[in-house]
């Protein structure tokens, strides 16, 4: 999935090793986490997990990915002031979420939820599994060459 490096690491920085860590596994991401965002990503990854039950979950450029149908389908990241959803290509989720989106800073990969609000659930679901759905379409269009 190209992520920039907006996304790379950034956010948990507070913690002193946080930019110079690589992270093998989604545990090492979330332990590497402040104390405020550990439970934090803890729930946006259960909810993704529910969401996409069949994916793969690993580190894509150096944070939580979930992979499915040969796509990084959405990634979690974890910052100063909120946890962002990325995905990528971004126009067809803006396009079909615009009025969820509304009360959310978006990005150019992403949406990022304020760390003093709850996580918009529902939300996170159905991105995740309209995001499914164009990551199996693409995988289609790849087999079929078209």
């Given at each position: 999935?190209?992520?920039?490096?907006?996304?790379?690491?950034?956010?948990?920085?507070?913690?002193?090793?946080?930019?110079?860590?690589?992270?093998?596994?989604?545990?090492?991401?979330?332990?590497?986490?402040?104390?405020?965002?550990?439970?934090?990503?803890?729930?946006?990854?259960?909810?993704?997990?529910?969401?996409?039950?069949?994916?793969?979950?690993?580190i894509s450029h150096n944070i939580p990915s979930y992979r499915q149908h040969g796509v990084d389908v959405v990634q979690l990241a974890g910052h100063g002031d909120h946890t962002s959803l990325n995905f990528f290509p971004t126009g067809a989720v803006f396009a079909k979420f615009d009025e969820e989106l509304k009360p959310y800073r978006t990005a150019k990969t992403g949406v990022r939820f304020p760390l003093d609000e709850p996580l918009p659930i529902d939300l996170i679901t159905a991105i995740a599994r309209f995001r499914l759905d164009e990551a199996a379409q693409f995988a289609e269009r790849k087999r079929s060459g078209r």
């Open positions: 999935m190209g992520t920039s490096g907006s996304v790379h690491t950034g956010g948990m920085a507070e913690h002193p090793d946080r930019e110079k860590q690589t992270y093998t596994t989604v545990d090492d991401y979330i332990a590497a986490a402040t104390y405020d965002l550990e439970p934090r990503l803890q729930e946006m990854r259960s909810v993704i997990r529910a969401a996409l039950p069949d994916a793969e979950e690993t």
